[in-house]
C-alpha cells in the first residue's frame, strides 16, 4: 500500500550515505506563488530549478521529506531514450517528431551533466551503462536497438558486445552479450535530489516538507492548493507525485491516475566489497541491466558495494529473494553480506511510453517514465516550465504519444499490476 503523508526517509543505503541533512518546516500559512510544485522528487524539483532560474516565484510542497518518493531510492541509473523502441514512436508521431523525442532523451542526460557542474552537486556520477541479453532473441533486440538509434538519428555511442567482449568488463556467465552506451551513467539518486533541492533552496525556492495536498481547486481565476493546514494560491500548478497519485482525490488527479500502473521494485545492497572482488564484477564502472520484461539492474557504489535491483511483485522475504536474483548472476558472492534491502514504486504505464500533458490549461503533469526517469524527469521538468513560460512545442510532441488507460478501481489495478507481472514473468521465462 502507497503512502507518503507525514511519513521520513526510509531506511536504505542511500539514507545511511546522504551528504546533506536538511528539515524543512511545513505549510503553516496562507502563501502566494507563480508556481506552485506538488512533490519533491527529480521532477517537482527540476520544474522548480527552471522556472526559478527564469525568475519565477515557486513554491514546492512535498508531503514527506525531499527524495522520499522513487527518485531518493532509485537504481541511480540514467539511461538515454525510451523503453519503448524509437521505432514505435515513428509508427506513431512520424519521423521528425520522433527524432525530436530521441534527441530530447539525450538531451536529459546533458541535463544532468550540466546541473552537477552549474551546482557542484556531489552525487557520485560516473559515465557507462550496458543492457545485456539472456539470449540470442534477446540479443537481436539488442542489434535491433543499436541499428535503430545509429541509421536513424547517427548515434555514434553505443557499441555491440558479445559474450566474449562482455566478459572482459562483467564477472557473469549468464548473458549471450550486450550493448554498452558510453553517454549513459548512474548517480547517488538521494544526492542527487537534495543537491536539486538545495539549488532550488538558493535561487529562493521555497520547499514546505511534510505538508500532503488534499485538494486543488480553482478559484476566482487562481488555483487554490490545500494541504492538510495551509494553502498556496498559484497562476500555475505542477503535479509531481510520480506513482503516489493513485493516493490522491479525483479533485486532483482528474483520472490520469488510470495511465499509471505501479510495479514494485527491490533492491538490496551488499557490504563494501574488496576491490580485487568489485573489479572481479564490473571493472569499467558502467551499470548494468538486462533486457527481460521484469528486470534485474546493477552497478557498485561509490564505496564498492553491489546495488543490486530487480522488478517483481511483492513477495514474502523479499531480501532472500533478491539475494537469491543476485546469486545467479554472481555466484562469487555467497559469503557477502547484504546490509541493506528496500523498495519502491516505479511508475509504469502499460506500453512504458511517458504521459506528460496538462490537465486543464495552468495543471501540468508528467508521469509513467516506465524505468527511464531519473533521465527523463530532469526533461520534463525543463519542457513543462518552458511550457508555463509560453513556448509548449516540446510539451505538444509528447502529448501526441499514445498511453492506454487503465480501467477499473484500486483494487481492479492492483490485481492488473499484479496479473501484468505474473505474465511478464511467464513471458521473460519462454521469449
Ligand atoms: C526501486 C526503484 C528503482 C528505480 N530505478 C531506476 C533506475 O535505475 N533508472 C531510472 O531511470 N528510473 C528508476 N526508477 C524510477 C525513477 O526513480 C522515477 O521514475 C523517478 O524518480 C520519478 O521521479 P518523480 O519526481 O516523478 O517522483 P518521486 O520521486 O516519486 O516524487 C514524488 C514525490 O511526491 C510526493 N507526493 C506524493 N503525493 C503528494 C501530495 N499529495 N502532496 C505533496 N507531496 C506528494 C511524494 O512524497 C514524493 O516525494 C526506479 C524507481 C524505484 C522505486
Redesign the pocket.
Known sequence: MLT??HQEHIPSYYFDSRNQDFQLPALSQIEQADVCV???????LSAALELAEKGKKVIV????RV?????????????NGFEEGIDEYIKQVGFDKARKLWEMSLEAIDIIDERIAKYGIQCDWKKGYATLALNDRRMDDLIEMEKASHENFGYQNMQLWDKAQLKRHLGSDIYVGGLYDSNSGHLH?LNYCLGLAKACLNLGVQIFEQ????DLIEKNGALEVKTDRSAVIAQDVIL?????ID??PNS?HHGINRKILPVE???IATEPLSQTLADSLINNGMSVCDNNLLLD?YRLSADNRLLF?SDSSSEKDMIAVMRRNMLHVFPQLEDVKIDYGW?????MTMNSTPHFGRISPHIYF??G?S???????GLAGRIVAEAILGDDQRLRIFEGLKVPSVYGGKIVKNLATKIGVQYYKFLDRFR
Open positions: 507518503f503523508a506538488i512533490g519533491a522528487g527529480f521532477f517537482g510542497l512535498e508531503g514527506a527524495g522520499f518518493g522513487a527518485s531518493g531510492r532509485s537504481g541511480g541509473q540514467a539511461i539518486p505538508s500532503p495536498v488534499v509531481a507525485v510520480n506513482a503516489y493516493v490522491l486532483i521494485s527491490f533492491i539492474y535491483g523498495a519502491g514504486p516505479i511508475d508528467t508521469q517514465y524505468g527511464h526517469g531519473v533521465a527523463l524527469t
